[in-house]
């Protein structure tokens, strides 16, 4: 079945939303922070009479930067900062993610299954794997990645 | 009542506030977490004081108000940057979006807009 993705970057890797209902894109802002939260909120943000959690993605996947091929960087790379906050909706829950940039809208056909190796992504948060152009794009499960924690 | 710290507002009510005041001499004796700054006495009663930038992770001096706050748990001194306004409201606070705290911890009792910026209603009987 045929449906919607949002494509994003973070840490040099595409990962792809579904696209279910309202999405909005907006610059990087610091949300109301909410003190005790989970390590990976970056808090609140009020918007069009909706209060949504802000979920820092990089934290919550516990990625690492992606090692350079082919030259040897100078000292570690670190995370950019995330550029772009993307506020989604999945099973009726509302919520936006901090990504470094985003790609495009696509539509994808099939999700293919997802790898053996998955560099480092716990793939128990990953719906399935979508090729576009011959560039992997991970599609994840955001309910369970950030509705099952706790 | 409204309070600041770290330049953001968190409400408490203000039937729970028993007295605003300036820190004055604490009495430390070891048996409370560091979250804790000491003991001070109010009306003749010893209660603990709550630093709540060091609860919440926050960086900087402990706040230079004291508030003597009853909570459920008995009478506690809470130390914040600053007091900012009373505000009368009949509206209910608005829930915290799932996912954002463990359930398990009951810090906050829900959300209220004021002025374009969202206020964190506190639990006081959670906090300890």
Same mark, same amino acid.
């Given at each position: 079945?045929? +449906?919607?993705?949002?494509?994003?970057?973070?840490?040099?890797?595409?990962?792809?939303?579904?696209?279910?209902?309202?999405?909005?894109?907006?610059?990087?802002?610091? +949300?109301?922070?909410?003190?005790? &939260?989970?390590?990976?909120?970056?808090?609140?943000?009020?918007?069009?009479?909706?209060?949504?959690?802000?979920?820092?993605?990089?934290?919550?996947?516990?990625?690492?930067?992606?090692?350079?091929?082919?030259?040897?960087?100078?000292?570690?790379?670190?995370?950019?900062?995330?550029? &772009?906050?993307?506020?989604?909706?999945?099973?009726?829950?509302?919520?936006?993610?901090?990504?470094?940039?985003?790609?495009?809208?696509?539509?994808?056909?099939?999700? &293919?299954?997802? *790898?053996?190796?998955?560099? !480092?992504?716990?793939?128990?948060?990953?719906?399935?794997?979508?090729?576009?152009?011959?560039?992997?794009?991970? /599609?994840?499960?955001?309910?369970?990645?950030?509705?099952?924690? !706790? | 009542?409204?309070?600041?710290?770290?330049?953001? !507002?968190?409400?408490?009510? /203000?039937?729970?506030? +028993?007295?605003?005041?300036?820190?004055?001499?604490?009495?430390?004796?070891?048996?409370?977490?560091?979250?804790?700054?000491?003991?001070?006495?109010?009306?003749?009663?010893?209660?603990?004081?709550?630093?709540?930038?060091?609860?919440?992770?926050?960086?900087?001096?402990?706040?230079?108000?004291?508030?003597?706050?009853?909570? !459920?748990?008995?009478?506690?001194?809470?130390?914040?940057?600053?007091?900012?306004?009373?505000?009368?409201?009949?509206?209910? *606070?608005?829930?915290? *979006?799932?996912?954002?705290?463990?359930?398990?911890?009951?810090?906050?009792?829900?959300?209220?807009?004021?002025?374009?910026?969202?206020?964190?209603?506190?639990?006081?009987?959670?906090?300890?």
């Amino acid at each position: 079945m045929t +449906a919607g993705y949002l494509l994003f970057l973070l840490t040099g890797r595409i990962f792809g939303a579904e696209l279910r209902g309202a999405v909005e894109i907006m610059p990087w802002r610091q +949300a109301r922070r909410v003190p005790l &939260s989970y390590s990976y909120v970056e808090g609140l943000i009020d918007y069009r009479g909706v209060i949504y959690p802000v979920f820092n993605l990089f934290q919550r996947l516990s990625l690492k930067p992606l090692e350079p091929i082919g030259f040897i960087a100078e000292g570690p790379a670190q995370p950019a900062a995330p550029q &772009s906050i993307i506020l989604l909706e999945e099973n009726k829950m509302l919520f936006g993610i901090t990504v470094d940039s985003v790609v495009k809208m696509a539509k994808i056909d099939e999700l &293919s299954p997802v *790898p053996q190796q998955t560099r !480092g992504l716990d793939p128990q948060y990953i719906k399935g794997m979508a090729y576009d152009d011959n560039q992997e794009i991970i /599609i994840l499960d955001f309910e369970r990645l950030l509705f099952h924690a !706790g | 009542m409204i309070l600041s710290l770290d330049g953001e !507002g968190y409400a408490i009510p /203000i039937d729970r506030v +028993a007295e605003i005041t300036v820190p004055r001499e604490m009495r430390r004796n070891g048996d409370l977490t560091e979250v804790f700054e000491g003991r001070v006495e109010f009306r003749g009663k010893w209660m603990p004081v709550l630093n709540l930038r060091k609860l919440f992770k926050l960086s900087g001096a402990p706040g230079s108000v004291l508030l003597i706050v009853k909570t !459920g748990k008995g009478d506690i001194g809470m130390l914040v940057d600053a007091v900012t306004e009373i505000l009368d409201t009949d509206k209910k *606070p608005l829930p915290m *979006p799932r996912a954002v705290l463990n359930p398990s911890l009951p810090y906050y009792h829900g959300i209220f807009r004021h002025k374009g910026n969202l206020v964190l209603l506190l639990n006081e009987d959670g906090l300890l």
